[in-house]
């Protein structure tokens, strides 16, 4: 008979499992079903209603420089807003449309549809841990239909926005609804400025202490920079000099300097007040 493990070394195990799990990078998987666009097309879309309920339910402002989402005031009158928000993108083929137009499309498409399916989960306590209150069900479940294609949040991500775009930029302006990522924006983004508001979107997030912080000689960074290393850097240098990028001059000037290890660190609660 095999002796039982002692609880302190199963507990280590899980732990460590858990670790592997929760920072293992996720893969791009290229979908050049979506690669496509029309640059002759200078037609917009709208996307006033997102834009209108962002501004109602979206908490900026506030000390700490992390802004909420207040999932759970949304009301029976703007979740059918929202409903009808993502139907009407749901109707639109993003590929008829410039790359501009396209990209500010799927990023809000994806928030918009992460707000939809945190809201459906209603109530949920704002300390809850997003692993158990947001299960990874929530990004794998095909949700909406476009262009005759049935897709997920993970889809959006990891099989349109990385591997087409390749732009880093975009992980700075999804909403994972977590209290570790970076801002949901108060706006909604659009083709002629979603280059704008990604690049700042990424400078509040690295001059915010959740995104990087440095304080006596340590350097502490958010999972978002581990679990997605290959967007952002090939090695330490190379993400210590995207920090360095993004931060103030002050701060950047203590990054370019640092010689350590970057620690990580995490917070899982939702992104709600």
């Known amino acids: 008979m095999k002796t039982p493990l002692p609880n302190f070394v199963l507990g280590a195990i899980l732990i460590l499992v858990f670790g592997q799990i929760l920072h293992a990078a996720p893969g791009q998987d290229y979908w050049g079903y979506w690669d496509r666009s029309d640059e002759s097309n200078y037609r917009r879309i709208d ?25 759970d005031a949304m009301d029976a009158r703007d979740r059918a ?8 993108l749901a109707a639109r083929d993003p590929r008829e449309f410039r790359r501009n137009e396209q990209l500010a499309y799927w990023m809000n498409l994806y928030n918009a549809v992460s707000v939809q399916a945190v809201v459906e989960r209603m109530p949920v306590g704002k300390g809850d841990i997003g692993k ?13 239909e476009v262009a005759g294609e049935r897709l997920s949040l993970d889809d959006i991500e990891h099989r349109i926005l990385r591997p087409i775009w390749r732009d880093h930029r975009v992980l700075f302006g999804l909403n994972c609804a977590t209290l570790d990522c970076p801002n949901m924006q108060p706006s909604a983004y659009t083709g002629a400025t979603v280059a704008s508001q990604l690049k700042a979107a990424g400078r509040a997030f690295v001059n915010g202490d959740k995104g ?37 001059d002050m701060k950047a000037l203590y990054l370019l300097g640092f010689q350590g290890a970057i620690q990580y660190r995490q917070d899982l609660r939702l992104n709600m007040p």
């Open 47 to 71: 996307h006033g209603a997102w834009d209108a309920l962002l501004e109602n339910y979206v908490v900026a402002g506030n000390a700490s420089g992390v802004n909420r989402f207040r999932y």
């Open 81 to 88: 807003r929202l409903d009808d928000y993502i139907a009407y």
């Open 132 to 144: 158990s209150a947001l299960p990874l069900s929530l990004w794998q479940k095909k949700r909406i």
């Open 212 to 248: 990087v912080h440095y304080d006596q000689g340590q350097l502490k960074a958010s999972r978002l920079f581990q679990v997605y290393r290959s967007d952002f850097a090939g090695d330490d240098k190379g993400l210590i000099r995207l920090f360095a990028h993004y931060a103030s």
